[in-house]
């Protein structure tokens, strides 16, 4: 075998190392337990500061008001419409 051949293989090699690499990273990150993990970080972090574990009381004032917002307009459309 030549040089040339010897470092064409070795380089063919080290190519479907990283391919393989790649692909095993798509699979992970593509996966639906992945997926589903990385939302529920992503939501977890709306409501508590991830770093120091401090609830961000500003954004839950914001969601429960929301919340209670569409209840009481829920209600109101009940009430109009049994009248």
């Given amino acids: 075998m030549t040089k040339e051949t010897a470092a064409l ?3 063919m090699e080290a190519t479907r190392e990283r391919l393989a690499d790649t692909i095993d990273l798509l699979v ?6 992945t997926i589903a993990r990385r939302e529920i970080t992503s939501i977890k972090g709306y409501f ?4 120091t ?5 500003n954004n839950i004032l914001k969601v429960a ?3 209670l917002g569409v209840v009481v ?3 109101a459309v009940r009430k109009l419409a049994s009248d």
Avoid: C, I
């Avoid at 992970?28 to 337990?33: E, G, T, V």
């Avoid at 574990?53 to 009381?57: A, F, L, V």
């Fill in 9 to 11: 293989e070795a380089e």
């Fill in 65 to 67: 008001g929301g919340v």
């Fill in 48 to 51: 508590v500061d991830l770093k």
């Fill in 53 to 57: 574990g401090q609830p961000r009381t």
């Fill in 73 to 75: 307009l829920v209600a």
């Fill in 28 to 33: 992970y990150r593509s996966s639906p337990k």
